[in-house]
């Protein structure tokens, strides 16, 4: 962040009060194009006050100190680069509770909660919250997906995997602050390590992109999210791949949920389908996120 952009508008932010330093921050966001730059605005003033939401509005003619001035400016010179105001924050809204995100992990996405509701409608059509149930979670990053089925399901244990030891140093975090810890392991390894299982849930949110594609995307995803946590191989669908062959090794029953990108579900049933036939699965459901998206492929020897 250029220094010298963040003292002059600190300097303008200085000894404004809530209101006043809003209506500078809204339009130095709108005129750079960004969507929402009211709601922007007041989530990072609540972040750099260290405030609740509604103290904006109780208190607006509350006064920027020198020093909250000076984060505002960076948070504010920070979002106008098309930086997520997750990632400034450092913290991440997912199924109702808070994950810390580091530029080691993917920033989570709304749509993967599909894949937690599709889980948790899993477990409960087969009695899984009243037994122990072992989960996988390949390619876990900040640990948002493990974390949260073993907050919702108090009888399950998993283990996340992932490539990366600076991510599962977040998921460790995660589970920490959600008091799961005592429920997960975190391995670090490809695909599923060295795990043999036997699992009962396998759950995956992989990189899926194709690696050309990866060039195309948003700036507020290119710049800031991991490239191993995007970048799918040539396809798109080379960790798929690697699942479907380990699934028929791990998983002699139970279910595997994945998320895919858009237009991905038919090819990735298949792989799965093809790969775990043997254990007389049932026919991949194809699950739409909030969006009409087919978002998940789910498939499973007990639905
Ligand atoms: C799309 S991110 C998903 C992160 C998290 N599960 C979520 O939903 O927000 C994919 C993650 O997979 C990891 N990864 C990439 N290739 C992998 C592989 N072959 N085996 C294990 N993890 C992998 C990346 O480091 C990244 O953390």
Redesign the pocket.
Known sequence: MPERGVEVLSRALIGCDVRAALAIAVVLLSDAGIEGASVDARRLLVHVLGARPLDLISAPDRTLTTSEAKSYANALLRRQSCEPVSRIIGVRGFFGRDFIITPA?????PE?ETLIETALAWVDANGGREREINIL?????????LVTLLAELPNANGVG????AQ?LAVAQMNATLHGVDGHARWIE???F?EETGPFDLVV?????IPSADIARLDADVRLYD?A???DGGADGLL?YR?IATGIAATMPSGAVIV?VGAGQAPDVAYLLQSAWSKGGCSEARLVRDLGGIERCVAIATLF
Request: charged share 20%; aromatic share 2%.
């Open positions: 992990t993917l920033d989570p996405r993967t979670d390949i390619g876990t990053g900040s640990g948002v997906i995997i992932d490539l990366s991510a390894g490809r695909t390590g995956s949110n992989p990189p899926y991991p191993l946590a995007l960790i690697e998320e």
